[in-house]
């Protein structure tokens, strides 16, 4: 399996829903209406999926 590395933009991306997640854990950001650990899951993929697929 090749792997290749994700795009910056894509790499952002899945770093801000990371971030997102934990300000939401943490209770910073309460106003988001979806649990932290589906932010934290989203930018998982992303990221996982940047680096099976090429070009994204």
């Known amino acids: 399996m090749k792997l290749s590395p994700p795009k910056v ?3 952002w991306i899945a770093v801000a829903f990371g971030v997102l997640g934990l300000l939401a ?5 309460s106003i988001i209406p979806i649990a932290s650990f ?4 989203i930018g998982f993929v992303i990221l996982a999926l940047s680096l099976l697929i090429k070009g994204v």
């Open 9 to 11: 933009v894509t790499y």
């Open 25 to 29: 854990e943490l209770g910073i950001l």
């Open 38 to 41: 589906w932010l934290l899951f």
